[in-house]
C-alpha cells in the first residue's frame, strides 16, 4: 500500500520542500509515498545541489520575471514551466525497491514508466548503465548545463531523444525518486537564462533538439498528469501488486516542509 500526497501550494519553493517532507516523514510514516504535480504558470529556473551560480544569467532572469532555485538533487539546470509535470516517490531505506546501488536502484522507476507510456501508444526505450557512462564521458559540456540533455540510467527515450528524466535524494531515512517529463520541450526560453554567448546559445538550443523531446511530439493526444498517474498506478500494481490509496500530509510532514522552505526559497 503506497499512500498518494496532494500537491503542495504550486510554487516552486513549496514543491521542492514538498519532495523534502516526503523524505523527513518517513521517519514517523514509514510507507512509501507518492505524488504528482505540475509547473506553475510562474516560470522558474531549477539548478542543481552542486551547480555555479556563474552558470546562471541572473539579468536574463530578471528580464524574463523568472525566479531562481537550487534542488537538494544533483545535476544542472531544469525549467519549471507550464506543461512540466513532476512525480516524486519517497522509499523507506528497507524497501525492495530502495536498492544500495543507486544506478541499479532506477531500473525498476525506468520499467513502470515505460510500460506507462506503452499505454499511450509511446515506443520508449530504457538508457543502459554502460550507454549513460559513455555519453557522460562524450557528452558536450556545453549541452551538460541542461540536466535534460545527458543521460542517466535507466531514463526513456523516444527514437534517441530524451523524453523523461530521472533524479535521486539518499537520505537515513530513505530514497527520494524525482522524476520529470515535458509537455513542450522549453529548450530556447532554458537556453536563454545560461550565462553563455549568443553564439553558443544558438547551438545549444539546437543540440538539445537533436536529444530531448516532449511529449506532443511523440503522442497524438498527450496525456495530462491525471491520465499519466493512473497508468503509473495501473503499471506499478501490475509489476509490484501495488495499491496506491489517497493521503493528506501528517502533521510531521506538514512541520518538514515549512521548515524546508527557506532552504528551497529564490536564491539572490
Known sequence: MWRRLPPAHGDPASELAAG?????????????????????????LVIGSGQKLSEVDQAALANAGTTLHRRASGGTAVLFVPGFLMQDIALPIDHPLALPDVSESYRWLGEVWQATL????????????AA????R???????????????????????????????????????????????HWPGAQLAALLAISESERRLLVERLAERVTDLVTVCTNPPDLASLAAAFAVALCQRYDVTITPSDWTAAELVAMAAAQNRFAPLG
Open 137 to 183: 564521458a562524450s557528452l558536450d559540456p556545453l549541452v551538460a548545463r541542461a540536466c535534460f540533455g545527458g543521460w542517466s540510467p535507466y531514463e526513456l527515450l523516444v527514437a534517441g531523444r530524451k523524453l523523461v528524466g530521472f533524479a535521486q535524494v539518499r537520505r537515513r531515512e530513505g530514497l527520494l525518486f524525482q522524476v520529470g517529463v515535458y509537455t
Open 20 to 44: 523534502a517532507a516526503m523524505l523527513a516523514g518517513l521517519t514517523t510514516t514509514p510507507q512509501p509515498a507518492i505524488r504528482w504535480y505540475a509547473a506553475a504558470s510562474q516560470p522558474a
Open 118 to 129: 506503452a499505454h499511450f501508444g509511446v515506443q520508449a526505450d530504457l538508457i543502459t548503465i
Open 132 to 135: 549513460a557512462r559513455s555519453d
